[in-house]
Every structure is written in C-alpha cells, then in structure tokens.
C-alpha cells in the first residue's frame, strides 16, 4: 500500500497520527504499564475482552480513558470461528466499538493462526459490520484472501507472539505489502527497537507489541524505544535508501586529471 510520508495511519474510518499499536498484556501493573503507553505515543491499544471485566472494571478500561487511547479489542485466546466471532460481537456491545483486532490461534502451543478458521471468521464479521484487523500468518496469499474479505488492514507476525525473535521473513512481508491495497501491521515477534524499524523500512503501516515493551526490564524506556524505531524505519522508508552495490563506491568525486 502506497502511502505519503505525513500522511496519517488510516484503517476503516479511523485516522490515527502514531503507527505504534501497543497491547497491554504483561504489565507487572497499571502504573508501570500506564508510564509505557504514555512513552510510546500510541493512540490504539489491543485490550482482550476474555481477559478483562468490562461490567465490574479491572482498572484497565479506566486508564486508556483517561489516556485517551481508543481500544481495539481483540478476540485472543479463541480457537474457532464460532468463538471469535461471539467474542467480537460481546465486545461491540460492551465497548461500542465496531474495531476489532480477529485473533483465531491452532494450538496453544505455537499460537500461530488457523487460516481456515481465520478467514470464516472473518468473512463473517465483515458481513456484520466490523471493522476487522486480522492476526495472520506472513503468507501473501492468506493476506489477499483476507483483504478480498473486506478486512479493514492485514497483520503479518514477524515471529511467534511472544518470542522476541523478530522478523524471520522479511520477503513475504515486502511481498504482502506490495499486494496490499490495505494497511499492512506488523503483529508479533518485536523483540527490540531496530526489528520495529525494520518492519516500517520494509513498508508496513505500522507495528503492534506488547511483550517486547511490557516485559522488558524498564517498560517505559524500551516503549521510548519502539516509537522511536517506528518513526526512524518510516522515515527512512520515504527518504529513498541508495541501491545495494557489490563493490566500493567513493563518496567524494574523482579529482579532475587536468
């Protein structure tokens, strides 16, 4: 997806001025995770309707709030179409939000994507109004599929969630972005600062993390990190990189032999 250099994140009918989503699993507490998504800048926050008391409060809902950080529920730890799409529909209803981040994992193992399951959820959220950001694997032609469903932006994992390992294939995800009339969003595997650049100089549209940051050994400093990584992979991305070259090539000009 062809973008401008100031031009805003724009996924649905929503326009966001960071390209740092952050998630909010991990955090020792809501005080250290509050001083985390203040550094990192971001405007979107993945909250796990599974995992939170929307009706009695955990705090958390409270927080982004106050922040101002508009919430993007997710649909983690659902196995089946079925369960990701009930899961979705309870969180519209709780959080009067027609976003939602579709997570549909194989095995608890690998919590890698079940494309079958994944896409079946996904046509059928698309068809009852959401706004749908895929978790899915890095394969281009899962990412079509999933954009000619009506998803709203595709996220590619450079890794396993959680793992740290960064991207592991960084040309499928140049290739999902060159086919992309979509936002693409790297989900997954951030481990560090440079990995986030990488994902943006790649073309991504932005990157979602949690663990990277929110298990980290000072949260807010690595969150300092990340926004910083994004912005610098961005804007490399739209400085024009030079061409890769075999030999040695001077930067100052040959002396004149006259």
């Given at each position: 997806?062809?973008?401008?250099?100031?031009?805003?994140?724009?996924?649905?009918?929503?326009?966001?001025?960071?390209?740092?989503?952050?998630?909010?699993?991990?955090?020792?507490?809501?005080?250290?995770?509050?001083?985390?998504?203040?550094?990192?800048?971001?405007?979107?926050?993945?909250?796990?309707?599974?995992?939170?008391?929307?009706?009695?409060?955990?705090?958390?809902?409270?927080?982004?709030?106050?922040?101002?950080?508009?919430?993007?529920?997710?649909?983690?730890g659902c196995r089946t179409a079925a369960?990701?799409?009930?899961?979705?529909?309870?969180?519209?209803?709780?959080?009067?939000?027609?976003?939602?981040?579709?997570e549909v994992v194989a095995d608890e193992?690998?919590?890698?994507?079940?494309?079958?399951?994944?896409?079946?959820?996904?046509?059928?959220?698309?068809?009852?109004?959401?706004?749908?950001?895929?978790?899915?694997?890095?394969?281009?032609?899962?990412?079509?599929?999933?954009?000619?469903?009506?998803?709203?932006?595709?996220?590619?994992?450079?890794?396993?969630?959680?793992?740290?390992?960064?991207?592991?294939?960084?040309?499928?995800?140049?290739?999902?972005?060159?086919?992309?009339?979509?936002?693409?969003?790297?989900?997954?595997?951030?481990?560090?600062?440079?990995?986030?650049?990488?994902?943006?100089?790649?073309?991504?549209?932005?990157?979602?993390?949690?663990?990277?940051?929110?298990?980290?050994?000072?949260?807010?400093?690595?969150?300092?990190?990340?926004?910083?990584?994004?912005?610098?992979?961005?804007?490399?991305?739209?400085?024009?990189?030079?061409?890769?070259?075999?030999?040695?090539?001077?930067?100052?000009?040959?002396?004149?032999?006259?």
């Amino acid at each position: 997806m062809s973008e401008q250099a100031d031009a805003p994140l724009i996924i649905g009918d929503e326009k966001f001025d960071s390209r740092l989503i952050m998630g909010t699993g991990g955090a020792a507490n809501l005080e250290i995770l509050e001083r985390a998504l203040v550094a990192s800048g971001t405007e979107l926050t993945t909250v796990a309707l599974r995992r939170v008391d929307v009706t009695g409060g955990t705090g958390l809902l409270d927080l982004l709030r106050r922040l101002g950080i508009r919430v993007l529920p997710n649909t983690a730890g659902c196995r089946t179409a079925a369960e990701a799409v009930l899961t979705a529909r309870l969180a519209r209803e709780a959080l009067e939000t027609d976003l939602v981040k579709l997570e549909v994992v194989a095995d608890e193992r690998t919590l890698l994507p079940d494309p079958v399951e994944l896409l079946d959820a996904a046509e059928q959220l698309v068809d009852d109004g959401f706004t749908v950001l895929p978790y899915t694997n890095d394969d281009p032609v899962l990412s079509r599929k999933l954009e000619q469903a009506g998803c709203a932006a595709v996220m590619p994992l450079g890794s396993p969630i959680g793992t740290g390992l960064g991207i592991r294939n960084p040309h499928n995800i140049e290739m999902i972005v060159a086919e992309a009339g979509v936002p693409v969003v790297l989900d997954a595997g951030i481990g560090t600062a440079s990995e986030a650049a990488l994902a943006m100089e790649l073309g991504c549209s932005a990157v979602l993390l949690a663990t990277a940051v929110t298990r980290a050994a000072d949260p807010e400093r690595m969150a300092t990190a990340m926004r910083r990584g994004v912005e610098a992979g961005w804007a490399a991305r739209h400085a024009g990189r030079i061409p890769r070259r075999y030999w040695a090539h001077a930067s100052s000009p040959e002396p004149d032999p006259a």
